[in-house]
């Protein structure tokens, strides 16, 4: 889900930017790993296509959230030239965790 603006707000304000927020990318298990067109995954699809979205939008920077312990996902995104900007804070039942904020510029 990619969403025009960002609920990041406090990282955003500070830099001044038009940032889009991705929520989520998701794919089946069974599609991992797996090639499509150019060799590139299902993943990676999804992912250029919400870069193409956001600039479509206007905006600079793509802004999103990652557990800190989702090493794959770390992996996944700084391979595609995000970089770590902060941490925050989230809630699972009563337990306190920490997310990675991610930032990419467009």
């Not at 999103?64 to 770590?84: M, T």
């Not at 009563?94 to 467009?106: G, K």
């Amino acid at each position: 889900v990619l969403i025009r603006g960002a609920t990041i707000d406090a990282i955003a304000a500070q830099r001044d930017q038009r940032p889009a927020e991705l929520r989520r990318i998701y794919v089946d298990a069974s599609l991992h790993g797996q090639a499509r067109e150019n060799g590139r995954g299902v993943g990676q699809v999804l992912l250029e296509r919400c870069f193409h979205t956001a600039a479509d939008w206007h905006c600079d920077v793509i802004w999103l959230a990652v557990w800190e312990k989702n090493a794959r996902a770390l992996r996944f995104y700084e391979k595609h030239g995000f970089q770590r900007v902060g941490k925050k804070t989230f809630h699972l039942g009563s337990d306190v965790q920490q997310d990675f904020v991610m930032a990419r510029n467009l």
